[in-house]
Structures are given as structure tokens and as C-alpha cells.
């Protein structure tokens, strides 16, 4: 086994009186033998990559000359592997193994250095010919071919291994700074950047992209980090790094303002809603047929299993479960896109953008209508208890005619009926009025209706009342009496209404 930045493995081989032309022309012949692929080669050097059943990272083979009597022969791992099995030693052990067997196979005719060098450019003339073809010496990959390869950037797997260095390196940022390990404190994920409806809205929407890489403890990070791994594992082939990172942060985006829309007093973190877009993006090239890579059975059990899990863990008791979903519905409506035009990619990311731009905005408007909505219900609230202490100074002026005080002169009681209640009745019309322009719910609307028939009743029967007394007769005592009749029954049905909300 070998480690390394990345892993190889390098052997020194004796040419043992061979020239150039012919230990390249032996190297060829082993390299098809043992089923590498070749790059190129020329008389001074040969480049293979290794080909394997299993669709993981291969390994570059490359055989050159140290000097007039060494042959340099290395395997080095095409994905940047850390750790490579031992494989980069199979490899260069397969080719010393064989060069016996070569050297005996080949007859000394053909190994003769003219022969030897109409025999490579034979070779260069069907490599050649491969290529233009089309010939396809790459493999697709589908699998890991470490558990460090997860985290390693390397062609078709680039900007998932940053993404997840990124979420763990922020992480463990957290754990040294004191927020715990497994179960962090909602204050503690508040303060370095989780969504929070109140903050989020208030100024700080930087809230809706800090979240997707905050994680509610290790548990929730290793869930998103491997289910972050397979799907970059098989879209970043698909699609360009910068369409992967532009829908990831889109998918990201969209989900956390989605949650912001259910879900006003839940704190969200995490990176679930990016991630089940990328997923939503990954069914639709499947169902469409767009994807070249194949998901074999046991890799689409685990993706499964991932989804799962995320789903059980967005039920817990105060976790935010509305993200992934908004984040999975932008992602079929991006893949659908991308596969209708797969051949038109940038058409398609204008049309994906335009149309996350148009759900941010309209999940923007509808969140502020509904905050609008209840911080005018607030406002409503808090206004009404003027209307409250305006209704008792009226009522406590109407009821002075009545009073036990002999003191009370005529002057002084229409004085209480005019200038203080029926002013009063009049300063809550006005009231009632500039509530009622507020954005609130139907049935306050309606109930405001009401309020302004009670007080322009009261202010009617206080308007009789003083035309009574002023005039000493009983001739309004029926207009109210049917006042006051009628407003007994507006006040059950105001009492009602206030019950039933």
C-alpha cells in the first residue's frame, strides 16, 4: 500500500542491454496484456491509465527512462488518493512479473531496433486512429475508490469534495469556539448564522446562505456529508462545477426562504434543502435518461437509506423539516429543465435562475404580507386599549345624569354628555376607522363594522339624551329606548366575535 498527495508507487527496472525503441515496444505489448489503456507514447516514454471493473478511480501508469540503463516505472492515482489500497504496486509488480514472460514471447527478430521502431509507429498509427474515432479511454465514475476519496477534488468530482470540507472545516470552527459536539444550543447556531425568521427578515438575509453550512450537531453533518458525496458523486459528471455550485446555492436559497415562509419560529441550519434539491435534480435525469452513469442497486439502497434518515431527523420535536422539501421541488423543476434542454445548457440555467429569482421573490412577498400581517395585528391590539379607556370615560360622562350627586347641575350634565361623550364616542369612530386600514383578517374587518355602528349608536342615545334634558321632555324616550335595545344585542354579537378568534 502507498500514501501520499496523491499515492504512487515507483520501481527502477534494469533495461539489461535493450535500447529504447524495444523496451517501449515490450512496455506496449505488456500494457495490453494486463488490459491498460495507453495515452501516448513515443521512444522515450509510454502513459497508461489502468482500467477496472468496479468504475472507482484508476491509476496513470507512466514508464520512462532514468537513464541509458534504467527504466523508470510508476503508478500514480488518478484521483489524488491518499491512501490507494496497494493498488499502485499491483500495478508495477503485474508489469515486472510479465517482462519476462514479454521478452520471451516476443521473437529476438522483431525486438531488432529497426523492427522494433516500424513497430511503434505501427502502434502510433492505431492509437491514432482510436482517437478519432472516438475511442474512449476513460472510465465513468461511479464508485469510491476510498473513504478519503470523499473528500478529495479530482475531475467529475470537484466542487462536492470543497462543499463537504467546507461544512465540516465550519464545523469543527464551532466545536472549538464551545457550541457542542452533538447537540448545539439554538442560541449558539442563532449567533453564528442560522435562519431566524425575526433576524433573517430583519435586515440580516445573509442568514439564507450562512444556514446551508451550519449543522445542529455531528450526527446531522455525517447524514449531509455522505448523502452530499453520492449525488456529486454522479451529477458533477453531468453538469459543469459552476452549474453544480450556481444550483446548489440556488437549491440552498429557495429552501431556507421556503422554511422561513412555514416555519417563522423554527431556527433552521443545515444543508438538507440544497442537497435534496441536487437530488430532485438527479431523479429527473434519471427518469429522463440523460445521465450516462449507471446507479447500481446497492449504491441506490444507500441513497435511500440517506433520504431516510433526513427525513426522520427533520420530524424531531423543533427541527425544521419544510427546507428539504422546498429544496427537493426546486430541484425537479431544475432537472426537468436541464433535461428538456440538455443540449441547450445555458438556456436552461437562464430559465432555472429566472425561475428560482421569481419563487424567491414570491415566497419574499407572501413572508413579508405575513409579517406585515402580524405586526399589524399587533398594532391593532395595542391601539384598541385606547379605544377601551375613551369607551369608559364616555360611558362614566352618560351615567353622571343618574348619579347619586344632588350637586350635578343641568348645565354641568349636558357639559358630560356633549364635550366629553359624545367627544369621546366621536375620537373612537376616528379610531376605528384608521384600524381598519390596516392589513388584518376578514373577521376583524367585519367586527370594525360593527364597533362603528356601537359607537354611532351611543353617540345617537347621548345626542337624544341631551335633547331630553335640555328641553325637560319624555319625547325621545322611545328613540332611546329602541337605541339602547339595539345596542344590547350589537354588544352579544361583538362579545361573540371577540370569543370565537
Keep these: ?158 466542487v462536492t469534495p470543497i462543499l463537504i470540507n467546507l461544512n465540516i472545516i465550519i464545523f469543527l470552527i464551532l466545536f472549538f469556539s464551545g457550541v457542542s ?20 427578515t430583519n435586515g440580516e438575509w445573509w442568514r439564507l446562505l450562512s444556514a446551508c453550512f451550519l449543522h445542529s450537531g455531528f450526527f446531522h453533518l455525517l447524514i449531509n456529508c455522505i448523502a452530499l458525496a453520492y449525488v456529486g458523486l454522479f451529477l458533477e459528471s453531468y453538469i459543469k462545477k459552476s452549474e453544480f455550485l450556481i444550483l446548489y446555492i440556488l437549491c440552498g436559497i429557495t429552501a431556507n426562504l421556503g422554511s422561513l415562509y412555514w416555519n417563522k419560529d423554527i431556527v433552521s441550519a443545515g444543508a438538507s434543502g440544497a442537497i435534496f434539491g441536487m437530488y430532485g435534480i438527479l431523479l429527473m435525469v434519471i427518469v429522463f435518461k440523460v445521465l450516462k452513469k449507471k446507479i447500481k442497486l446497492t449504491q441506490a439502497a444507500t441513497i435511500l437509506i440517506l433520504i431516510a434518515l433526513n427525513i426522520a431527523y427533520g420530524f424531531r420535536e423543533g427541527v425544521d423539516s419544510a427546507a428539504p422539501i422546498v429544496g427537493f421541488a426546486v ?93 369621546y364616542w366621536n375620537e373612537n369612530v376616528t379610531l376605528i376607522s384608521e384600524l381598519d386600514k390596516l392589513y388584518l383578517p376578514q373577521a376583524v374587518h367585519k367586527r370594525n363594522r360593527d364597533m362603528l355602528k356601537y359607537c354611532k349608536l351611543r353617540i345617537s342615545v347621548y345626542e337624544l339624551t341631551y335633547k331630553k334634558i335640555n328641553e325637560n321632555t319624555i319625547e325621545y324616550d322611545t328613540e332611546i329606548i329602541e337605541a339602547n335595545d339595539e345596542i344590547r344585542s350589537l354588544l352579544i354579537k361583538l362579545n361573540q366575535s371577540y370569543t370565537d378568534s
Design 181 to 200: 459536539f452533538f447537540n448545539p444550543k439554538i442560541q449558539d447556531l442563532i449567533d453564528w448564522g442560522a435562519n431566524s425568521g425575526p433576524l433573517t
Design 331 to 423: 430541484g425537479i423543476l431544475s432537472g426537468f429543465i436541464l433535461s428538456i434542454f440538455k443540449q441547450k445548457r445555458t438556456i436552461a440555467l437562464i430559465l432555472i435562475s429566472t425561475s428560482a429569482s421569481v419563487a424567491v421573490v414570491c415566497l419574499f412577498i407572501n413572508y413579508k404580507n405575513s409579517q406585515v400581517y402580524i405586526y399589524q395585528t399587533m398594532e391593532y391590539e395595542k391601539r384598541m386599549q385606547e379605544f377601551v379607556d375613551m369607551e369608559k370615560m364616555a360611558l362614566e360622562s352618560y351615567n353622571t345624569q343618574y348619579g347619586n350627586n344632588v350637586l350635578e347641575t343641568k348645565e354641568n350634565i349636558l357639559y358630560m354628555l356633549k364635550d366629553r361623550g359624545i367627544y
Design 1 to 158: 500500500m502507498a500514501f501520499g498527495f496523491p499515492a504512487f508507487h515507483a520501481q527502477l527496472i534494469p533495461l539489461n542491454h535493450l535500447s529504447k525503441s524495444q523496451f517501449i515496444q515490450i512496455a506496449i505489448y505488456i500494457s495490453k496484456k494486463i488490459n491498460w489503456a495507453i495515452l501516448s507514447f513515443d521512444e522515450e516514454e509510454l502513459t497508461a491509465v489502468s482500467t477496472n471493473n468496479k468504475n472507482t478511480w484508476n491509476e496513470t501508469i507512466s514508464i520512462s527512462f532514468e537513464d541509458e540503463n534504467t527504466v523508470l516505472l510508476k503508478s500514480v492515482s488518478s484521483g489524488n488518493q491518499i491512501y490507494d489500497r496497494g493498488r499502485n504496486k499491483k500495478h508495477t509488480e503485474a508489469f515486472s512479473n510479465l517482462l519476462h514472460d514479454a521478452l520471451q514471447d516476443l521473437s529476438p527478430l522483431n525486438l531488432k531496433e529497426n523492427i522494433a521502431i516500424d513497430e511503434l509507429k505501427k502502434e502510433e498509427r492505431i492509437l491514432s486512429l482510436e482517437n478519432k474515432t472516438g475511442s474512449d479511454t476513460t472510465t465513468e465514475i461511479s464508485s469510491f475508490y476510498s473513504f478519503f476519496s470523499i473528500f478529495i477534488p479530482v475531475k467529475d468530482y470537484f
